[in-house]
């Protein structure tokens, strides 16, 4: 059983998100209603040190956790951490309404074959109760999820080696509907009955993921992230991988820059945000949606949420989930507001913490 779901009595834990190029730390506290960040920090990654949400190189992970912990100055041992969803098998089961956490857990161990299609050695499993079955008041309906024990393992890994404990191992997808819940949904003034497209795009992987009714209806990983504009600054210019990465940042590339390069991703961007809203409505009842929240690296680019408005004719915005927090005087706020879109699944791990 491996924390998805957090049984045991909640301890204060940092939000570490690994994306395929950097590793993003978050601790908060909390008094009352309201969140404060205590300490955050974000350390790139080396190159192909995680390649589609899988861990190829330990020990660069563990050097760049060990730099956010020396960068965020925290004190807290306990992380949260996540898997991608792409990753994780989940399934809903009933069982019996008497049985408590350690007999299910037995029961599930015995009948997991069934529901799994992976040796049982080699997978990590966890569960939950949602609620009474509507077709049977004996019972329960339990959601069950599983993924493969290496994709845990090496995660927990690069924590140890870093000196931390993973307390917690959550599902990104999990992770992100946390921070949308809490913190974006009621800054934005949204509710339950709209229907609201969060689109993550990160150095590598775009993820849709929509919500209504305060589920995820639906979530897709695609191959397109902000990597491809530092690769095509790269061919243009003649550059390095460190240098386009560092002027794509900056600035000082020549003049025709914004119209050649940096028009034409922004227009790659919101076709990708529309074929994938097509995917979702061919595979649904669902036939448009309320509103787009913008979230990961790329987010914050100027002028990208506008053109997403125009072009798609839905209203959006980008994701700052620490807009109504407090913040500790040692964090530095400008560059925790730069990079706020980013921090969304960091953000819901955090809130781990209290929950």
């Known amino acids: 059983m491996f924390g998805l779901f957090g049984k045991k009595k909640p301890a204060l834990v940092l939000g570490l998100d690994i994306s395929s190029s950097s590793v993003k730390l978050l601790e908060l506290s909390?008094?009352?209603?309201?969140?404060?960040?205590?300490?955050?920090?974000?350390?790139?990654?080396?190159?192909n040190a995680v390649v589609e949400k899988n861990i190829n190189d330990v020990e660069a992970i563990a050097e760049s956790i060990i730099k956010t912990v020396e960068l965020a100055r925290t004190k807290v041992k306990n992380a949260a951490l996540a898997v991608a969803g792409s990753a994780v098998i989940t399934k809903v089961i009933e069982m019996d309404s008497n049985l408590?956490?350690?007999?299910?857990?037995?029961?599930?161990?015995?009948?997991?074959?069934?529901?799994?299609?992976?040796?049982?050695?080699?997978?990590?499993?966890?569960?939950?109760?949602?609620?009474?079955?509507?077709?049977?008041?004996?019972?329960?309906?339990?959601?069950?999820?599983?993924?493969?024990?290496?994709?845990?393992?090496?995660r927990s890994d690069a924590l140890e080696a870093a000196n931390l404990h993973a307390r917690i191992v959550d599902v990104e997808a999990y992770a992100l509907q946390r921070a949308y819940?809490?913190?974006?949904?009621?800054?934005?003034?949204?509710?339950?009955?709209?229907?609201?497209?969060?689109?993550?795009?990160?150095?590598?992987?775009?993820?849709?993921?929509?919500f209504?009714?305060?589920?995820?209806?639906?979530?897709?990983?695609?191959?397109?992230?902000?990597?491809?504009?530092?690769?095509?600054?790269?061919?243009?210019?003649?550059?390095s991988v460190e240098e386009a990465g560092l002027a794509k940042k900056q600035g000082g590339l020549p003049d025709d820059y914004e119209q050649e390069v940096l028009d034409p991703f922004k227009e790659a961007i919101v076709q990708q945000i529309t074929r994938s809203l097509q995917f979702f409505f061919s595979s649904s009842p669902y036939n448009d949606v309320d509103f787009i929240v913008l979230a990961g690296g790329v987010a914050a680019m100027p002028g990208l949420c506008e053109l997403v408005q125009e072009r798609l004719g839905t209203p959006a915005a980008v994701a700052n989930p620490f807009a109504n927090m407090a913040v500790a005087s040692k964090v530095n706020s400008v560059a925790l507001g730069n990079d706020a879109p980013a921090m969304m699944i960091a953000c819901g791990l955090a809130m781990r913490s209290f929950a």
Do not use: H, W
């Open 212 to 239: 209504n009714d305060g589920e995820a209806k639906y979530t897709r990983e695609q191959l397109f992230g902000g990597k491809q504009l530092t690769e095509e600054i790269q061919r243009r210019y003649g550059l």
């Open 30 to 47: 909390k008094s009352g209603d309201s969140y404060k960040v205590e300490s955050y920090a974000v350390a790139s990654l080396p190159p």
């Open 181 to 210: 819940d809490l913190m974006i949904k009621p800054q934005l003034g949204l509710d339950d009955e709209q229907v609201v497209a969060v689109v993550d795009i990160g150095a590598t992987m775009t993820t849709l993921s929509v």
């Open 100 to 154: 408590n956490d350690d007999q299910m857990e037995a029961q599930i161990s015995l009948e997991a074959d069934q529901y799994i299609p992976y040796p049982l050695d080699e997978v990590a499993i966890d569960f939950e109760i949602i609620g009474e079955s509507e077709r049977n008041p004996e019972q329960v309906e339990v959601l069950l999820a599983a993924c493969r024990g290496e994709n845990v393992e090496l």
